[in-house]
């Protein structure tokens, strides 16, 4: 994710590898907003909202900051077109599938 351009001093950086980390353990994080977020936000005592959130400005961070060419060679297809990054469901499955 490094190499993708996220700042791992954003707490959306870590919460993201914790999910991506959840995932790869096989427990079910799908759907996010009803699976994922509230386990993350039991983890770590915050609101799901917030992990959203934070999860949302690191994604929005890394494609900013990040080497755009990487980022559309890897999760080119899977952009909105309002908003030229994916939604996190989106970034979650594709790096889900890439890791795999």
């Known amino acids: ?3 993708l351009g996220f700042q791992p001093n954003l707490k959306g950086y870590f919460l993201l590898t914790r999910l991506l980390g959840y995932a790869l353990e096989g427990t079910n994080i799908l759907p996010l907003k009803y ?5 993350l936000s039991k983890e770590f005592n915050v609101d799901s909202a917030s992990v959203e959130k934070d999860i949302q400005n690191a994604i929005s961070s890394a494609w900013l900051r990040g080497n755009v060419e990487v980022l559309y060679r890897e999760f ?7 908003k030229g990054k994916p939604t996190n469901k989106q970034f979650v499955l594709t790096a889900l599938e890439r890791i795999n």
């Open 35 to 39: 699976s994922g977020y509230p386990l």
């Open 1 to 3: 994710m490094l190499q």
């Open 76 to 82: 080119g297809e899977t952009l909105d077109e309002n």
